[in-house]
């Protein structure tokens, strides 16, 4: 067991200043993910063993403010409250330092160990200022160290001040600067500190900072003073004070407090910045009069799009092969090694003919995932969301709500679902949510993957895929609109976010963000998906049916499949999807999709192993199933466009039931609506396809 101190040190932020990055210099790998206890908030934890000390780093959601307006905030303030860090880093980008520093104006107010790192201090050089560190630690009476996240500059002075500052005890004898609210607010909140020093447990709490957070109509302030024993007689001042205030300022309490937070930020950031070069030209705000040009924001956003498919499908194309290969001869080789029986079937047409059929896109969805890091980390895609408001806006969602249909695309519905969570207003997150269910998900990438290589010309598979995300996207704004005049109406609310300077990613963080959401897609591929794929298999494989040497291999491998649990219900489901041009089989895949997305293919890579005379002589699936009579272009389409709309895999329905607030009705519209619609358009896909003989 270690003898080192422990130390535990939370790193806290606005979204997109750079505290990610922060984060991963100073844990490397050591780090996991997981979970804050009762919510859905993922939870980032790493550790660092420096100069005898074990010090353990926890991600915060990043956040504008420690209000009550969504979970993230609520979270990020609760585990400082609740969970007494040693102390707490803000990260603050230098290049936007007044709007970051009305963060750090309640953390102050919460009477914690602060450290200030000063990011992105190359970018505000950049734009000829210079910040003077030591003179914004003297006015905000807390230590400030300067850094560069992606280049790791300043790590290490951050890790000395952690260390210096805990050892002489320079947390506890400075005194942090707080705004000064003037004599009107400080007269009301002394009267509701005295209230509050009477309650045992509300005593526990900073009561500066309680007071000031009733007074600014603080949802989670008031819900704990609700919860004690002295709530009347508090609650009742605090509305006689908010009364007062309102009255004297012509304008509500929380107004003023938030004006009094910038006057502050500001003042400080005029005292602190200073102009080394005059003319020296913003490359960020010359990029942004292109990108965020109304104009020509959506060509471009479409060409960024674009790229991120044409890279995917042109880098990853050989390295798909060499995997296809690679399983196929694995299935050669196992073929001639077992004999030939239950056991030999079960390796190659259940597990090597399953999961093969997923891992074999691995590649592909890796480099999807690389390259969408890239825009991601270069502060793009916070413009894509600004690009997509005015959009956003007359199909009644909200310009953030396409932050987490992006974050679907990048991996998976999962996290889209709990990204709505930082929106503020209700209907805007559900809306958000159902317009989620739709996006192309790095689960379904696979899919598309497989059906666009065997039926649409080499080469040609960024172009479908882009018109299949664009697709994808227009079926999810209908569903928003339709949503929002039917069922959720009301105007979205106002779309207010921050845009970070641009800057290079490092190849560094580039491939951590690539491994950690690929390697979600193998544990999933060695757990899950094997799991289905030999389910499968038993289901196709049993009962035998009775040995008929009068029948071919090819005869007898149909009559199996028709005898066979799953056979048989195929048979019931092939007049319910008889009229979108599917079988039965094709139904069981996509109904074992719903456990995960890429079990779609690993289930037809079974059928299409079991249905195999020769095993040592396999072929890729995607060979298999363009040789297939009973598929053409026109049935992939409609397949995939099942596949696109129908319901998600049961993970991210059990993730969007408990954000929706767990009501069964939302749950009910999400798997009953989806599929119906699903059926509905895969049906008129067909019959008119069918009708004007396009693709059969």
């Given at each position: 067991m270690s003898k080192n101190k422990q130390l535990t040190i939370a790193l806290?932020?606005?979204?997109?200043?750079?505290?990610?990055?922060?984060?991963?210099?100073?844990?490397?790998?050591?780090?996991?993910?997981?979970?804050?206890?009762?919510?859905?908030?993922?939870?980032?934890?790493?550790?660092?063993?420096?100069?005898?000390?074990?010090?353990?780093?926890?991600?915060?959601?990043?956040?504008?403010?420690?209000?009550?307006?969504?979970?993230?905030?609520?979270?990020?303030?609760?585990?400082?409250?609740?969970?007494?860090?040693?102390?707490?880093?803000?990260?603050?980008?230098?290049?936007?330092?007044?709007?970051?520093?009305?963060?750090?104006?309640?953390?102050?107010?919460?009477?914690?160990?602060?450290?200030?790192?000063?990011?992105?201090?190359?970018?505000?050089?950049?734009?000829?200022?210079k910040a003077d560190g030591k003179e914004l630690s003297s006015l905000l009476g807390v230590p400030v160290v300067s850094t560069v996240g992606n280049k790791k500059t300043g790590i290490n002075d951050l890790l000395d001040a952690i260390i210096l500052n805990y050892e002489n005890g320079s947390f506890a004898k400075r005194q942090k600067a707080k705004v000064d609210y003037g004599d009107d607010i400080k007269r009301e909140t002394e009267t509701l500190e005295a209230l509050i020093l009477k309650d045992e447990e509300l005593s526990k709490l900073p009561k500066n900072w309680l007071s000031i957070k009733l007074l600014d109509n603080d949802a989670a302030a008031i819900k704990k003073v609700l919860s004690s024993k002295n709530a009347a007689p508090i609650l009742a001042q605090v509305e006689k004070s908010r009364k007062h205030l309102e009255n004297h300022f012509g304008e509500t309490a929380e107004t003023k407090i938030a004006e009094y937070r910038y006057g502050f930020t500001n003042s400080v950031v005029k005292t602190v910045v200073k102009e080394t070069q005059t003319n020296r030209r913003d490359i960020t705000a010359l990029i942004d009069k292109f990108v965020l040009n109304r104009v020509l924001g959506l060509p471009i956003f479409a060409l960024v799009m674009y790229f991120i498919f044409k890279f995917t499908f042109t880098v990853s194309e050989p390295v798909v092969g060499w995997f296809e290969t690679f399983f196929e001869w694995a299935s050669g080789v196992t073929a001639s090694v077992i004999p030939e029986g239950a056991l030999q079937s079960l390796m190659v047409d259940g597990i090597i003919g399953g999961v093969g059929g997923v891992l074999g896109f691995f590649p592909l969805v890796l480099f999807m995932f690389f390259a969408i890091a890239f825009f991601e980390d270069s502060g793009y895609m916070a413009r894509a969301a600004f690009v997509m408001d005015r959009i956003m806006n007359k199909f009644g969602l909200h310009g953030k709500s396409f932050l987490p249909m992006m974050i679907s695309t990048n991996g998976c519905a999962v996290p889209g679902f709990m990204a709505a969570r930082t929106l503020d207003s209700k209907r805007d997150r559900f809306i958000t949510m159902f317009a989620v269910s739709f996006m192309i998900c790095g689960a379904k990438l696979p899919v598309f993957s497989l059906f666009i290589a065997a039926f649409f010309p080499e080469g040609q598979g960024a172009n479908v895929m882009f018109v299949f995300y664009v697709l994808s996207v227009i079926i999810a704004l209908v569903a928003a609109k339709i949503l929002s005049k039917a069922v959720f109406t009301g105007e979205p609310a106002h779309f207010v976010m921050e845009l970070p300077p641009y800057h290079i990613p490092t190849l560094r963080g580039l491939f951590l963000k690539m491994w950690e959401r690929g390697w979600l897609y193998i544990k999933k591929a060695g757990t899950i998906i094997m799991f289905i794929s030999v389910l499968m298999w038993a289901g196709f494989t049993y009962p035998a049916a009775p040995e008929n040497p009068d029948l071919s291999e090819e005869e007898a491998a149909a009559v199996q499949m028709e005898q066979s649990v799953l056979g048989r219900i195929s048979t019931v489901l092939s007049p319910i999807v008889k009229p979108i041009g599917m079988d039965g089989p094709k139904a069981i895949a996509l109904v074992a999709g719903l456990v995960a997305k890429e079990v779609v293919v690993s289930t037809l890579g079974t059928i299409y192993s079991l249905g195999e005379i020769d095993p040592e002589e396999a072929e890729p699936l995607k060979e298999k199933i363009s040789n297939d009579k009973d598929w053409s272009p026109l049935k992939a389409v409609v397949f995939l466009i099942f596949c696109l709309i129908y319901v998600p895999c049961i993970a991210a329905v059990a993730v969007f039931y408990r954000e929706t607030g767990s009501k069964m009705k939302w749950l009910l519209l999400l798997v009953v609506g989806n599929t119906i619609v699903a059926w509905i358009a895969s049906f008129l896909v067909f019959q008119i396809g069918t009708l004007l003989k396009i693709g059969v």
């Amino acid at each position: 067991m270690s003898k080192n101190k422990q130390l535990t040190i939370a790193l806290a932020g606005n979204p997109n200043c750079g505290k990610s990055t922060i984060f991963n210099a100073l844990t490397g790998s050591n780090q996991h993910v997981g979970n804050y206890p009762g919510v859905t908030v993922e939870k980032k934890e790493g550790s660092k063993q420096y100069k005898g000390y074990d010090i353990t780093f926890v991600d915060l959601p990043g956040t504008y403010s420690l209000s009550a307006f969504s979970e993230d905030e609520v979270v990020a303030r609760d585990f400082i409250l609740n969970s007494h860090p040693d102390a707490v880093i803000h990260i603050v980008d230098a290049s936007n330092m007044d709007r970051n520093l009305y963060l750090f104006t309640q953390l102050s107010e919460l009477d914690i160990p602060l450290i200030i790192a000063l990011n992105m201090v190359d970018i505000l050089e950049g734009k000829g200022l210079k910040a003077d560190g030591k003179e914004l630690s003297s006015l905000l009476g807390v230590p400030v160290v300067s850094t560069v996240g992606n280049k790791k500059t300043g790590i290490n002075d951050l890790l000395d001040a952690i260390i210096l500052n805990y050892e002489n005890g320079s947390f506890a004898k400075r005194q942090k600067a707080k705004v000064d609210y003037g004599d009107d607010i400080k007269r009301e909140t002394e009267t509701l500190e005295a209230l509050i020093l009477k309650d045992e447990e509300l005593s526990k709490l900073p009561k500066n900072w309680l007071s000031i957070k009733l007074l600014d109509n603080d949802a989670a302030a008031i819900k704990k003073v609700l919860s004690s024993k002295n709530a009347a007689p508090i609650l009742a001042q605090v509305e006689k004070s908010r009364k007062h205030l309102e009255n004297h300022f012509g304008e509500t309490a929380e107004t003023k407090i938030a004006e009094y937070r910038y006057g502050f930020t500001n003042s400080v950031v005029k005292t602190v910045v200073k102009e080394t070069q005059t003319n020296r030209r913003d490359i960020t705000a010359l990029i942004d009069k292109f990108v965020l040009n109304r104009v020509l924001g959506l060509p471009i956003f479409a060409l960024v799009m674009y790229f991120i498919f044409k890279f995917t499908f042109t880098v990853s194309e050989p390295v798909v092969g060499w995997f296809e290969t690679f399983f196929e001869w694995a299935s050669g080789v196992t073929a001639s090694v077992i004999p030939e029986g239950a056991l030999q079937s079960l390796m190659v047409d259940g597990i090597i003919g399953g999961v093969g059929g997923v891992l074999g896109f691995f590649p592909l969805v890796l480099f999807m995932f690389f390259a969408i890091a890239f825009f991601e980390d270069s502060g793009y895609m916070a413009r894509a969301a600004f690009v997509m408001d005015r959009i956003m806006n007359k199909f009644g969602l909200h310009g953030k709500s396409f932050l987490p249909m992006m974050i679907s695309t990048n991996g998976c519905a999962v996290p889209g679902f709990m990204a709505a969570r930082t929106l503020d207003s209700k209907r805007d997150r559900f809306i958000t949510m159902f317009a989620v269910s739709f996006m192309i998900c790095g689960a379904k990438l696979p899919v598309f993957s497989l059906f666009i290589a065997a039926f649409f010309p080499e080469g040609q598979g960024a172009n479908v895929m882009f018109v299949f995300y664009v697709l994808s996207v227009i079926i999810a704004l209908v569903a928003a609109k339709i949503l929002s005049k039917a069922v959720f109406t009301g105007e979205p609310a106002h779309f207010v976010m921050e845009l970070p300077p641009y800057h290079i990613p490092t190849l560094r963080g580039l491939f951590l963000k690539m491994w950690e959401r690929g390697w979600l897609y193998i544990k999933k591929a060695g757990t899950i998906i094997m799991f289905i794929s030999v389910l499968m298999w038993a289901g196709f494989t049993y009962p035998a049916a009775p040995e008929n040497p009068d029948l071919s291999e090819e005869e007898a491998a149909a009559v199996q499949m028709e005898q066979s649990v799953l056979g048989r219900i195929s048979t019931v489901l092939s007049p319910i999807v008889k009229p979108i041009g599917m079988d039965g089989p094709k139904a069981i895949a996509l109904v074992a999709g719903l456990v995960a997305k890429e079990v779609v293919v690993s289930t037809l890579g079974t059928i299409y192993s079991l249905g195999e005379i020769d095993p040592e002589e396999a072929e890729p699936l995607k060979e298999k199933i363009s040789n297939d009579k009973d598929w053409s272009p026109l049935k992939a389409v409609v397949f995939l466009i099942f596949c696109l709309i129908y319901v998600p895999c049961i993970a991210a329905v059990a993730v969007f039931y408990r954000e929706t607030g767990s009501k069964m009705k939302w749950l009910l519209l999400l798997v009953v609506g989806n599929t119906i619609v699903a059926w509905i358009a895969s049906f008129l896909v067909f019959q008119i396809g069918t009708l004007l003989k396009i693709g059969v």
